[in-house]
């Protein structure tokens, strides 16, 4: 394909509450077996993008671990490949990244000695699948200076999101950034596409301005002066940066048609592999429409959850409507129900977890082995 990728993986996102304590938002586990950044990388490994950069800043160490080797999504065998930026101090800057547009801005050197006449910039935290070949095609015939991937909103709330307007032939009108009310409930999905020359053009011009945000510095700033089209899908797409909307995201899962639109269609979502045994269901435990991981062993009754990696469960437990993160041991006769556990934690026997009120994040650190 003639684009190289960009994936913008380094803000911090309070909205997670505990669950972005220890990891970026590009790295929470969905689905059992895989992280958010991995269907942005499927997408673009499916699309025939050898070239893909992910900037990282926030809490990179779990992402950076699993971005260890391009090997999983086949990025670059002979050219192109996986680079992986975090932010450096260098002769001229010693920022942080300020913005999306500023961590553009930092590694400008890469754009500038890359060869391919397109970028696809897409966030680390969507759940999706889609042919950026298709987007590329589209940006052409409409000879648009950017596209924006764009879809309807299935939330009542907006205001998490950039909002859009467009004419009859998808030019885009209006574009607010995360309004507290909007009239229209077209969002953007954070996928772009643009001609790499324009995006140099435009990030070196906003440095130079002292503006950081790629939305508010350059989509909005631009929308009447250059051709911004909007490319909407109607595929699923979800974004993980709340803790509701990602407790939300795994339980879509549980659903026969997203399980098939992912992992029973071409083409697939590809991740980082672990070398686990299979799922071990012991006599006596019961298993009710859950999604259930490698390495997991159940003694107990689980229903409507999804199970991370390496998660054991006790015997005479019940885990109903929660989902359970990667190497989590619960003891015997203990209750979990509406919550997220954190990973790496060690639930004692006999412990009642219930969200009452919405979802309820466990973080136990437990000595899990005494002498």
């Not at 998660?311 to 989590?328: A, E, F, P, R, T």
Request: one cysteine or more; glycine letters at 6%.
């Amino acid at each position: 394909m003639r684009a190289l990728g960009i994936i913008l993986a380094g803000g911090n996102n309070n909205k997670m509450r505990e669950l972005s304590n220890k990891r970026a938002v590009a790295a929470m586990p969905v689905a059992g077996s895989f992280r958010s950044i991995d269907f942005a990388l499927s997408s673009m490994a499916n699309s025939h993008i050898q070239k893909v950069a992910v900037l990282t800043q926030y809490n990179a160490r779990s992402l950076n671990e699993h971005l260890s080797s391009s090997k999983w999504w086949d990025f670059g065998r002979k050219h192109g490949g996986l680079f992986v930026f975090s932010p450096t101090v260098t002769s001229d800057n010693s920022w942080w990244y300020r913005g999306t547009a500023d961590a553009i801005s930092q590694n400008l050197t890469w754009l500038k000695n890359s060869h391919e006449p397109y970028v696809v910039i897409a966030s680390g935290d969507g759940v999706y699948k889609l042919d950026f070949n298709k987007v590329l095609e589209y940006h052409i015939a409409k000879r648009a200076d950017v596209t924006v991937v764009c879809t309807d909103s299935k939330e009542a709330d907006t205001s998490r999101f950039g909002v859009l307007k467009m004419n009859e032939d998808c030019r885009i009108e209006e574009f607010e950034e995360k309004p507290m009310v909007s009239s229209s409930n077209v969002i953007s999905t954070g996928i772009y596409v643009i001609r790499r020359r324009q995006l140099i053009e435009m990030i070196e011009r906003s440095a130079q301005e002292d503006r950081y945000d790629f939305v508010k510095d350059i989509l909005i700033r631009y929308k009447n002066l250059k051709r911004i089209y909007g490319y909407k899908i109607n595929t699923y797409w979800s974004n993980i940066a709340t803790v509701d909307s990602y407790y939300r995201t795994n339980m879509d899962f549980l659903k026969p048609e997203v399980r098939d639109y992912f992992f029973g269609q071409y083409p697939g979502i590809y991740s980082k592999i672990d070398d686990l045994p299979p799922a071990k269901y012991n006599p006596g435990c019961t298993v009710k429409n859950s999604l259930v991981s490698s390495g997991c062993i159940i003694n107990g009754q689980v229903e409507n959850s999804v199970l991370f990696k390496k998660v054991y469960v006790g015997n005479n437990c019940v885990i109903k409507n929660s989902i359970i993160l990667n190497d989590v041991y619960l003891g015997d006769n203990t209750h979990i129900e509406n919550c997220i556990v954190e990973s790496r934690d060690t639930i004692r026997a006999n412990s009642y977890h219930c969200g009452e009120d919405g979802i309820k994040i466990v973080v136990e650190k437990n000595e899990r082995y005494a002498i």
